[in-house]
């Protein structure tokens, strides 16, 4: 009898083992930033966030099981750029966005940036859109997040005029954090093609340069991502996919 209460307990103790191994692991979580800012400087116009920009991204994430929460400076509903919305920039993930009343809902409950912390994601990504231009490129506490994720080795994504959230982030000497990397944004080229040049605050290829940043692009209006450290940062509306696959690759490696 001795000998039967070992033999007896190691079918026990695989199905322990076995079962906790099955345990799924934590949701990965990534962190989207939008804008709250809707006006197009004194022009009388909206603007706000890009749609393809963020639900493209969105739903690449979420088809693979990571779970997307939303911020914006001010909570509440993130202001869609109405441009974004003419039938000529509607993509497959735009046309899902109108139709998903769940995805619909999180854009009109956004959290305040205020309410976030960074150990809760495993990586912070900024679609672009005009209305970055003028709240998250000056944002305190969105600058303090992307010190943040950069200083816990997490991955920053930036697509298009998301990349305005990097023009006054500092690094812990007080330098520029683009300082001597490679990275990407809307170009002056296609500023000037959309007949914006003169209504932003600012030029956001020329900025990042004044900042020290290793401009890089491709052709206007087609894909282009550099990545440089953790920051992943694409050119133009036509770069979100390739920017979310990036991300999603360093997700993969941690």
Same mark, same amino acid.
């Given at each position: 009898?001795?000998?039967?209460?070992?033999?007896?307990?190691?079918?026990?103790?695989?199905?322990?083992? &076995?079962?906790?191994?099955?345990?799924?692991? $934590?949701?990965?979580k990534?962190?989207?930033?939008?804008?709250?800012?809707?006006?197009?400087?004194?022009?009388?116009?909206?603007?706000?966030?890009?749609?393809? %920009? &963020?639900?493209?991204?969105?739903?690449?994430?979420?088809?693979?099981?990571? %779970? #997307?929460?939303?911020?914006?400076?001010?909570?509440?509903?993130?202001?869609?750029?109405?441009?974004?919305?003419?039938?000529s920039?509607?993509?497959?993930?735009? $046309? *899902?966005?109108f139709?998903?009343?769940?995805?619909?809902?999180?854009?009109?409950?956004?959290?305040?940036?205020?309410?976030? *912390?960074?150990? %809760?994601?495993?990586?912070?990504?900024?679609?672009?859109?005009?209305?970055?231009?003028?709240?998250?490129?000056?944002?305190?506490?969105?600058i303090?997040?992307?010190?943040s994720?950069?200083?816990?080795?997490?991955?920053?994504?930036?697509?298009?005029?998301?990349?305005?959230?990097?023009?006054?982030? $500092?690094?812990?000497?007080?330098?520029?954090? #683009?300082?001597?990397?490679?990275?990407?944004?809307?170009?002056?080229?296609?500023?000037?093609?959309?007949?914006?040049?003169?209504?932003?605050? &600012?030029?956001?290829?020329?900025?990042?340069? %004044?900042?020290?940043?290793?401009?890089?692009?491709?052709?206007?209006?087609?894909?282009?991502?550099?990545?440089?450290?953790?920051?992943?940062?694409?050119?133009?509306?036509?770069?979100?996919?390739?920017?979310? $696959?990036?991300?999603?690759?360093?997700?993969?490696?941690?």
């Amino acid at each position: 009898m001795k000998f039967l209460f070992p033999l007896l307990l190691i079918p026990v103790l695989l199905i322990s083992a &076995f079962s906790s191994k099955a345990q799924p692991n $934590k949701k990965t979580k990534v962190l989207f930033v939008l804008t709250s800012h809707n006006k197009l400087g004194k022009t009388g116009h909206a603007t706000g966030f890009w749609i393809e %920009e &963020f639900a493209t991204p969105y739903y690449y994430f979420t088809d693979k099981g990571i %779970e #997307v929460e939303i911020a914006t400076p001010n909570g509440g509903q993130a202001p869609i750029d109405p441009k974004s919305n003419e039938p000529s920039f509607q993509t497959a993930s735009t $046309k *899902r966005y109108f139709a998903d009343a769940a995805t619909q809902n999180l854009l009109a409950t956004t959290k305040k940036l205020t309410q976030v *912390r960074e150990a %809760e994601y495993a990586a912070i990504f900024y679609p672009g859109g005009h209305g970055p231009m003028w709240d998250l490129a000056n944002d305190i506490n969105s600058i303090k997040l992307i010190q943040s994720f950069y200083y816990n080795n997490k991955p920053i994504a930036f697509v298009c005029h998301g990349s305005a959230a990097l023009v006054n982030v $500092k690094d812990n000497n007080g330098n520029y954090l #683009v300082s001597g990397k490679e990275l990407t944004s809307f170009c002056n080229s296609e500023e000037e093609a959309v007949e914006l040049s003169n209504i932003v605050p &600012f030029a956001l290829e020329s900025k990042l340069k %004044e900042r020290g940043a290793i401009y890089r692009k491709g052709p206007d209006w087609s894909s282009y991502v550099a990545e440089d450290g953790q920051l992943i940062t694409g050119q133009n509306p036509q770069s979100s996919e390739e920017v979310a $696959k990036k991300l999603y690759t360093r997700l993969k490696k941690k």
